[in-house]
């Protein structure tokens, strides 16, 4: 089976400007959770998804939001872009309590 | 609510000498118990996993690790580190109902010396 994707990798951005990250959980899960991780708060859950509907949520401002097609495939937006953004978004897929991450997207905030 | 903390931001350890990472949770249900491990530039790989069942669970490249309930403990350990192991772990904490969200610790970085 093909592992989680996420697209893209890396992206620079501009503060004030918004972005959308993707990612395609492994065929057959229908959770998919995001996270953020930076130097400085290690990971930090931003929300999950299970069969299009949000089923938790971090704690996290209203500028982050997502979201989960029928295909199980998730995307996450954020608004706003402020420098602190800057991380590395991963996105992780789950079956039966077990997470399978992506290989993460960069995102620089300038 | 849950949490997760790990003794010791950075271990350093001589090649073939013992690992041992640290890891304390709190939950106020049963938990399901996780070891992750990230390469630089990479996400998270699944190292081994305490649901139900056998305390001392074996993972991937020889790592094992023991739930102790009345420690609230869930170490790793392996017995003869290799350079390829240098790399940062999580230890993780959820619930066991479907869904509850995942808690991560702050990491430790595993630095392995000649």
């Known amino acids: 089976k093909a592992g989680v994707t996420q697209t893209p990798r890396y992206l620079i951005k501009t503060r004030g400007q918004q972005v959308t990250l993707s990612c395609s959980p492994i065929s057959g899960h229908r959770s998919v959770s995001w996270y953020q991780q930076t130097p400085g708060q290690g990971l930090q859950f931003l929300f999950e998804?299970?069969?299009?509907?949000?089923?938790n949520k971090g704690n996290f401002p209203g500028r982050f939001s997502g979201r989960q097609f029928s295909n199980s495939r998730s995307e996450m937006n954020v608004s706003t872009l402020e420098l602190g953004d800057s991380a590395l978004y991963l996105c992780?897929?789950?079956?039966?309590?077990?997470?399978?991450f992506g290989p993460g997207t960069r995102l620089t905030v300038t | 609510a849950q949490s997760v903390t790990q003794l010791g931001s950075h271990v350093s350890v001589s090649e073939g000498a013992l690992v041992l990472l640290r890891c304390n949770y709190s939950?106020?249900?049963?938990?399901?118990l996780f070891w992750y491990v990230q390469y630089p530039n990479q996400g998270l790989q699944l190292l081994l996993k305490y649901t139900t069942g056998a305390t001392l669970v074996k993972g991937i490249n020889g790592f094992e690790a023991e739930f102790k309930k009345s420690e609230t403990s869930f170490h790793l350990t392996k017995p003869s580190a290799h350079m390829s192991d240098a790399a940062e772990y999580f230890c993780a904490v959820s619930g066991q109902n479907y869904g509850q969200n995942f808690v991560f610790g702050p990491g430790t970085r595993l630095s392995v010396l000649p």
């Open positions: 998804y299970f069969s299009e509907t949000q089923r």
């Open positions: 992780a897929s789950s079956l039966n309590a077990e997470q399978y």
């Open positions: 939950s106020s249900v049963p938990p399901y």
